[in-house]
């Protein structure tokens, strides 16, 4: 409908170790505002990303205003988010924030070509959260389970960011389908392990 206003793309679930290494971006059309996308290398288009981790360090390092880094870890690597002046309340909430703490971020992937010739993959973020362990722990299962999907449909007829990845990457889908296993496995070992100090704490009880 003409004069409506853009619908927001949907905010893909995606691991640091993947987000990390979808360094190619391309348009689907030829109008200068239409959307950005990174492509990931499961096979997907990402215009925006959504993901919970640990933010480990923060640094402004504006020159004339602030502009704030964040390093954010997940179970497979490091988020890097940069928040200035365009993105005040995200930079508010990093400004803010002391790490260690638990975030969740909704942001825009962007691309950077070092004087290399490598691809640096950040997020500008939309917005900044801090949240709990649990929300944490739903979303690493979230994530895992996106990213088999993801790679589960990869070679299906019609995958076209699919045939994509394959050309523009010399990366194997399967390494992000056993980095989601690890995850999953380490979030089970820790709730395990929480299991067994909550029946700890219990046993050490006096009785009533």
Same mark, same amino acid.
């Given at each position: 409908?003409?004069?409506?206003?853009?619908?927001?793309?949907?905010? @893909?679930?995606?691991?640091?170790?993947?987000?990390?290494?979808?360094?190619?971006?391309? %348009?689907?059309?030829d109008?200068?505002?239409?959307?950005?996308?990174?492509?990931?290398p499961?096979g997907?288009?990402?215009n925006?990303?959504?993901f919970?981790?640990?933010?480990?360090? %923060?640094?402004?390092?504006?020159?004339?205003s602030?502009?704030w880094?964040?390093?954010?870890? +997940?179970?497979?690597?490091?988020?890097?988010?940069?928040a200035?002046q365009?993105?005040?309340?995200?930079?508010?909430?990093? @400004?803010?924030?002391?790490?260690?703490?638990?975030?969740?971020?909704?942001g %825009?992937? @962007?691309?950077?070509?070092?004087?290399?010739?490598?691809i640096?993959?950040?997020?500008?973020?939309e917005?900044?959260?801090?949240?709990?362990?649990?929300?944490?722990?739903?979303?690493?299962a979230e994530?895992a389970?996106r990213?088999?999907?993801?790679?589960a449909?990869?070679?299906d007829?019609?995958n076209?960011?699919?045939?994509m990845a394959?050309?523009?990457?010399?990366?194997?889908?399967?390494?992000? %389908?056993?980095?989601a296993l690890?995850?999953?496995?380490?979030?089970?070992s820790?709730?395990?392990?929480?299991?067994?100090?909550?029946?700890? +704490?219990?046993?050490?009880?006096?009785?009533a």
């Amino acid at each position: 409908m003409s004069g409506s206003a853009p619908t927001r793309e949907v905010a @893909r679930r995606v691991f640091a170790r993947e987000f990390n290494d979808a360094g190619y971006t391309f %348009k689907e059309s030829d109008d200068e505002r239409a959307p950005v996308y990174s492509l990931l290398p499961t096979g997907e288009s990402a215009n925006r990303v959504f993901f919970v981790g640990t933010l480990t360090e %923060k640094e402004d390092v504006g020159d004339d205003s602030e502009y704030w880094q964040g390093r954010i870890v +997940d179970p497979t690597g490091t988020f890097f988010v940069y928040a200035g002046q365009y993105q005040p309340e995200a930079a508010s909430t990093l @400004r803010d924030l002391e790490p260690p703490a638990y975030v969740a971020v909704v942001g %825009k992937p @962007r691309t950077y070509e070092t004087d290399d010739g490598s691809i640096n993959v950040s997020v500008r973020p939309e917005s900044i959260t801090e949240v709990d362990a649990t929300v944490r722990d739903r979303w690493v299962a979230e994530a895992a389970e996106r990213t088999l999907e993801r790679v589960a449909r990869f070679d299906d007829e019609g995958n076209e960011y699919a045939r994509m990845a394959e050309e523009e990457y010399d990366l194997d889908p399967e390494t992000y %389908k056993a980095a989601a296993l690890s995850a999953l496995e380490d979030l089970a070992s820790e709730e395990a392990e929480s299991d067994a100090d909550g029946a700890a +704490d219990s046993a050490d009880a006096p009785e009533a």
